[in-house]
């Protein structure tokens, strides 16, 4: 009997791989794939695949990167142009954005890489100007927006994968995994006081500059109508105004309904009678259902079975 | 209620006939109220003092009580005034019914625990109840003790059992021996077997080994010292004769020259065990029982959360001084000058500073050369070559910040404040202090005394900012986040829980070493990242806070094992579990916790903890444990318990207790093997390890100026947190769960009820976790922290199911065609390679066990 180590390396390779339309890629030479009791698989080598990566020579499976060609509308501004922009799916967690540009180097300059958790077009990181105060991405599978510089490049990537696996990792440029990234990654956690200071500062200042810039021009707008004739009401100033918060409003809205309550008749006329005793009895009826579950909980729950 | 000198039925009813004729039960009574008299009467008398009698009329030719009194330990004398009913018990078990009947009363006039399952329900093993159990192996060593006692009187009275003869004896021996120690020494009854009757009956030494149970006054139990009287007085001389060359003449600080007899112990652990020599001396001297022949059960468990094998003490030591050391620095900080706002609260949160931590930090100084050295920084890296540096671990401490008008009102702006308050706190400690410390974003290290404590700056109204929330038509709201969550939980209820079991730890000292076992037990089975540390201290915390039916324990052992049966026992669907820290609630309280936890049970978490601070959230297990782990928990712990005391309870065997704390590991199917080399909490694991690896420091805590250590790096922890962001699958699955969490609708009624189904389930060991669905990742990583050197994978099942081919379905997983339909699946040979390129350094094998993926 194999162990299942062993047999995994006698299968292999047995992942036949196909790619979904739209996303392109040519079959990996090798021989039909088996899956075990399903009776699902036979395949040639004619049919598309994926794009196949590995991580290093000394890797045997291969992942399969799905590729296409990123077209969305949207308008100006977004930072991936449909023709030159490759899509890359399952881009496995040790493959950062060096390694995927150098990947694609091959079909053509490549403008920028651009990693995500998940597709679509969410912020760019335009907030992310600090280095320090951002918070560390995941690194499960991600999605990856290639952009070349010329369109080429997209659709020589989209034939790149009749050339067999590619190495994520090479001799002339291996990709940290393990102890020593770890290790980066510890040594990269440590930060440097000085650069700290000064950005903090920084920042500081320009809220201070916010907040004041704001008051300013709360204080300019106090009473003085817009053109429309409306007056803002704010929480500073002779008259305060109630402060819109959620408590407040429920304390307003309580206060209304104990007023109508006082002001209301009850059991004035015939039909609020009626309603009273039809929700009376709604009620017991409710109520003994409840009592009946509850009963029937604490029997459940009672541990002491004299019979 | 079996054995030779039992207080069997047959003598309850007749103390209850002796009751109605005192007119003290009368008809009218309901079961309930004769049930409370009876222990009211049997709480209040002695009947070893004043014996009572059944006998109506006073015949002079009859004896008299005090005759009885004479010739037997217990009196309770029959109608005919002849036959002492009573006669084969010994006083100590007497003692024992009158113990429990007085403890009962008070659980029943207890109006927080429903007495009637506490009393009436729940059996007392001797081992889950005395503190130290101790089983003399061979009974028939007694026979030579009846010898040395000169019982010659007493073996004929008993018809040669010297079982009988002896006993009262040695446990009236024991209990002076033990006199300010214990509260009580109690014995098994021997049992005597059913032979056939054609055979020969069995010998008085068959009826196998006698246990004895000791139950201690926490105060003294392990005090060093017995003193005696003054040299000069008359008593000395017996005092000499009872402790034999143990004893010796001391002078004492008050001047008087006494008696006393001194035990050897250093450490806290080994005081605790300071019972065991006294029992082991007294069998010796006064009974000839040999030390062998005595196998005594105090300690056995403690080697687990010892640090190394040549460690003398379970580390109680080390916490008092980090605690030490953290009162100081939280004076340093108070008196800090120079900081625009003071500060207003130091609150430490690590459970070293609540003494509950597995393996307290120990001070520790880093070697040079072991590191990669950054002169220019003042820090030190670990360096690849080397084996993994030691894990330092961080001590965690809030620094509440007074409130001001100057705070900005903006989470963002917050979060650069506290940076600045992080670097000048740094700053400032190491110009008026000279602490040597590494500011970063969310916190300062700050190093001191060999420990390295990371000082975190709270502002109290900031979970409430980030808590805000502006609706589009501009109206102020509060909501929860994930993030104010997490940052209450750590500023406002960590604390408190630190400063609470703090207290408790000072009233029952041996709260610390419970906890610490437990959460031993738990990381060793693999367990420790699905249930919070919090949880298992409050856990333990309920042991010592709501005992009944036992007393608070007084030894970790039998803490232990009352965690384990609490944890197999407690029935987590129908119940909350309510912790009264600090009595701060009252019984109103805990029946309105009770109601309003039955109404709204779909919607909370399986695991129910109730506190005073936090009656209706349980915050401790609101993420995890889940149903499944919970219920693999239970299993566990009742297979555990179930072992241990069978261990515990035979004498002859090995006693082996590491058995419960060595993890099945046959149901996982993909074990990763690591390097022990890059394990950095090696040595702490359960069987210490063979070989050991230099990590890079001495224990010292002299250090000045020196280069900051390595902090809180440890390779295994860095690789899990790496394998779980990789297995972690679709983020469109966690989007749809989203609202079901959210709102209480039908859907996450019908999600939490499947959850709830566990406990009915409890078939025992067959399958491992049956429902995984709740689950979105691809597979879960099992680890034990403390110097595990594997860590088991387990499959999602549902995973395999091949699923259409979408977007946001292709995490690791391969396209192919199934019926002519596209379709992905795991891609299970990659990823069980990405194993081991993410772990490079780290993994030594990967071994797959089984093949559930091929479909």
């Known amino acids: ?164 696996p590619l190495l994520i990792s090479t001799e002339s440029h291996p990709v940290k995994t393990g102890i020593s990234k770890w290790i980066a990654r510890y040594a990269d956690s440590v930060v440097d006081q000085e650069e700290l200071k000064a950005e903090v500062d920084a920042y500081m200042q320009d809220y201070d500059k916010k907040i004041a810039e704001e008051e300013a021009k709360a204080a300019k707008e106090e009473g003085v109508p817009d053109e429309e004739g409306w007056v803002k009401v704010t929480r500073k100033g002779r008259k305060p105004g109630l402060p819109r918060t959620e408590a407040a409003n429920l304390r307003v809205l309580e206060r209304e309904k104990r007023k109508r309550a006082r002001k209301e008749l009850l059991n004035f006329y015939a039909w609020q009678h009626r309603e009273t005793k039809r929700e009376h009895i709604a009620q017991l009826r409710k109520k003994f259902e409840e009592d009946k579950q509850r009963i029937a909980l604490m029997r459940a729950q009672r541990k002491f079975r004299p019979y | 209620s079996q054995g030779l000198g039992c207080f069997s039925g047959f003598l309850v009813s007749m103390l209850v006939a002796y009751l109605v004729m005192k007119r003290k039960i009368v008809k009218v009574m309901s079961g309930y109220q004769v049930l409370r008299n009876v222990l009211q009467f049997l709480a209040t008398t002695d009947l070893s003092v004043t014996g009572i009698t059944l006998a109506k009329d006073t015949d002079t030719c009859l004896p008299a009580l005090a005759d009885f009194h004479h010739a037997f330990e217990v009196v309770f004398v029959d109608p005919s005034g002849l036959v002492n009913l009573c006669a084969d018990m010994t006083a100590s078990k007497y003692h024992q019914v009158q113990f429990e009947a007085k403890h009962s009363m008070e659980i029943l006039d ?90 020969e009956p069995p010998k008085h030494k068959d009826i196998g080994s006698l246990m004895f149970g000791l139950l201690f006054v926490p105060e003294f139990a392990a005090s060093t010292l017995v003193k005696g009287p003054q040299a000069d007085h008359p008593e000395a001389t017996d005092f000499r004769t009872f402790w034999g060359e143990k004893s010796e003449l001391r002078r004492f600080q008050d001047g008087s020259i006494c008696e006393a007899v001194v035990w050897e112990a250093s450490t806290i652990c080994q005081k605790r065990l300071i019972p065991e020599q006294i029992v082991k001396h007294l069998l010796k001297l006064h009974a000839d029982i040999p030390e062998s022949c005595i196998c005594y059960t105090g300690a056995l468990l403690e080697s687990v959360i010892k640090n190394g094998k040549k460690a003398l003490g379970t ?23 120079g900081l625009p706002l003071t500060v207003t ?36 890296l670990p360096s690849e070559e080397k084996p993994c540096p030691a894990y330092i671990t961080p001590l965690k401490i809030i620094c509440h910040m007074e409130g001001s008008g100057q705070w900005p009102q903006d989470k963002e702006a917050i979060k650069h404040i506290k940076a600045a308050f992080h670097l000048q706190l740094a700053e400032l400690l190491q110009q008026q202090h000279q602490f040597i410390c590494r500011p970063a974003v969310t916190h300062t290290d700050v190093y001191k005394d060999g420990y390295v404590f990371r000082l975190q700056v709270a502002y109290h109204r900031e979970p409430l900012i980030l808590k805000e929330v502006v609706t589009p038509e501009g109206m102020l709201k509060y909501q929860d986040t994930e993030e104010s969550q997490r940052l209450e939980l750590e500023t406002s209820h960590q604390p408190y829980l630190t400063s609470s079991l703090h207290g408790l730890h000072q009233q029952h000292p041996v709260f610390g070493s419970t906890c610490r076992l437990a959460k031993r037990w738990i990381s060793a089975q693999l367990l420790s990242d699905s249930i919070s540390e919090e949880c298992v201290d409050l856990l333990v915390a309920s042991l010592f806070l709501h005992p009944a039916p036992f007393t608070p324990p007084s030894s970790p052992q039998v803490g232990f094992l009352r965690f384990l049966n609490l944890l197999a026992t407690f029935d987590w669907r129908n119940n909350p579990l309510i912790i009264n820290l600090n009595a701060g609630l009252t019984d109103a309280d805990c029946t309105e916790i009770k109601n309003k936890f039955v109404a709204a049970r779909s919607r909370l978490p399986v695991m129910f903890i109730a506190t005073p601070k936090d009656r209706w959230n349980s915050v401790w297990t609101q993420e995890r444990p889940s149903a499944q782990i919970l219920q693999r928990l239970l299993v566990l712990a009742s297979e555990s318990v179930r072992a241990l005391e069978e261990q515990l309870m035979n004498p002859l065997s090995s006693q082996d207790v590491k058995i419960v704390f060595r993890p099945p590991l046959d149901h996982y199917d993909v074990l990763i093997h690591l390097n022990s080399n890059q394990i950095p909490r090696h040595l702490e694991s359960v069987d210490s390890p063979v070989k050991s690896f230099s990590r890079g420091v001495v224990k010292n805590s002299a250090g000045v100026r020196i280069l900051f250590p390595v902090v809180d790096y440890d390779p295994a922890q860095c690789y899990l947190q790496d394998l779980r962001e990789m297995c972690y699958r679709s983020w469109s699955d966690q989007v749809a769960l989203m609202p079901e969490r959210l709102n209480g609708d ?110």
Request: proline share 7%; hydrophobic share 40%; aromatic share 8%.
């Open chain 2, 345 to 380: 609260a130091v609150q430490g949160i690590h459970p070293a500073l609540r003494y509950t931590d597995v393996f307290p930090p120990i001070p520790m100084k880093p070697i040079y050369s072991f590191h990669k050295q950054i002169k220019s920084r003042h820090l030190l």
């Open chain 1, 1 to 164: 009997p194999l162990s299942p180590r062993a047999k995994m390396a006698a299968a292999e390779p047995r992942v036949a791989v196909t790619a979904p339309p739209g996303y392109t890629g040519e079959g990996r030479p090798g021989g039909a794939g088996k899956r075990g009791g399903g009776g699902v698989l036979r395949l040639t080598g004619l049919s598309p695949s994926a794009l196949a990566v590995k991580f290093g020579a000394r890797q045997r499976s291969p992942h399969c990167l799905l590729v296409k060609e990123h077209r969305v509308r949207e308008g100006p501004g977004d930072t991936h142009p449909p023709q030159r922009t490759l899509f890359v799916l399952n881009v496995p967690p040790y493959c950062g954005p060096e390694a995927l540009s150098r990947l694609f180097a091959r079909c053509g300059a490549v403008q920028s890489v651009d990693l995500r958790d998940k597709p679509g077009p969410g912020e760019k990181a335009e907030k992310g100007t600090s280095k320090f105060l951002t918070d560390r991405t995941a690194t499960g599978f991600q999605v990856a927006y290639v952009v070349f510089r010329k369109p080429a490049g997209v659709q020589a990537a989209k034939a790149l994968s009749q050339e067999g």
């Open chain 2, 110 to 199: 207890d109006r927080m625990v429903d007495g009637f399952q506490a009393l009436l329900m729940t059996s007392k093993p001797m081992l889950r109840t005395f503190d130290h159990v101790f089983h003399l192996k061979h009974v028939s060593k007694l026979q030579s003790a009846c010898k040395k006692m000169q019982l010659l009187n007493e073996l004929m009275d008993r018809g040669g059992n010297y079982v009988a003869a002896a006993l009262p004896f040695i446990v009236s021996l024991l209990t002076r021996g033990l006199a300010r120690r214990a509260l009580l020494v109690a014995h098994s009854l021997p049992q005597t077997p059913e032979w056939p009757i054609d055979v």
């Open chain 2, 746 to 855: 039908e859907g996450s009624m019908a999600f939490r009820q499947r959850m709830l189904k566990f406990q009915d389930r409890s078939n025992g060991k067959g399958g491992l976790f049956w429902e995984l669905e709740a689950f979105n990742d691809l597979a879960l990583f099992f680890y034990d922290k403390h110097g595990g050197d594997v860590i088991a994978v387990l499959w999602k099942p549902s995973s395999f199911q091949p699923q259409p081919f979408k977007v946001s379905n292709m995490k690791g997983r391969t396209v192919t065609t199934l019926n002519n339909e596209l379709v992905c699946v795991p891609n299970i040979e990659a990823i069980l390679e990405d194993f081991e390129v993410l772990g490079e350094g780290l993994v030594k094998s990967v071994e797959a066990r089984t093949e559930k993926w091929t479909i």
């Open chain 2, 315 to 337: 580390g109680e030591e080390d916490m008092v001084n980090v605690v030490c050391s953290y009162d100081d620095l939280s004076r340093k900080l108070w008196n800090l000058e």
